[in-house]
């Protein structure tokens, strides 16, 4: 554990992040995530290296393209240097170790649903699927072990399918879509059942609290769909890292 390896993760999160840039943008387009070359995205001027450099080109353009002027989005960034955090924390979490290359990828693919959900509803089938085949892959060797992988697999999938199901038959609508059912199963894959539980548990609550939030203000409605995607991520990041002690606690009063 040392500040060199410390600073070394964050520097390597902010490339990452830029990349991760670059998925979100361009996945709900199904365009190309390595051709052509980044670009502006409103005069479409490649651009050059000092232009791409994470977090300090925006800051030095102050958020503007250099010859159209056009806005650039500050979520580009906030992505950028949430990465870099997401990789320190990780570090300090996991150490250096297998456990920690499984969960930076999983964190990256949460990052890019979370930002994919917030701004298109919806969760690409080629970020979760895959994620589904690689968590389980990897805790033939690695926690939660395989089983527990299983289980997550089938329960989180399982229980959002029924639910989307009965809502459906209930209200003839789709509420849930089959990318939360998806993601969900991605989710139990990489952190077994209990804490793919505690995801659900985690995204329920605080989308419930900022849907409320939402109608108390009058900026939406009960038919007002919420990114669930998105509170999906952040649960399923607060389970990763806080999980097993949370719980503990809890189980603790059931002995
Ligand atoms: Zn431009």
New binding site residues.
Partial sequence: MTTFALVSCALFGLLIGSFLNVCIYRLPQEASVTWPAS???????PLSWFENVPVLSWLALRG???????SISAMYPLVELTTAAVFAGGYLVYGLSPLLLVRLGFACALIVLFAIDLRHRILPNVITLPGIVLGFLASWFLPPGWFSSLLGILGGGGVLYGIAEAYYRIRGQDGLGMGDVKMLAMIGAFLGWPLMVLTLVFASFTGSIVGIGLMASGRGDMQAALPFGTFLALGAIVAAVAGEPILAWYLAFYP
């Fill in positions: 670009h502006c995205t409103s005069c479409r001027r503007r393209c250099r010859t159209c002027h056009a």
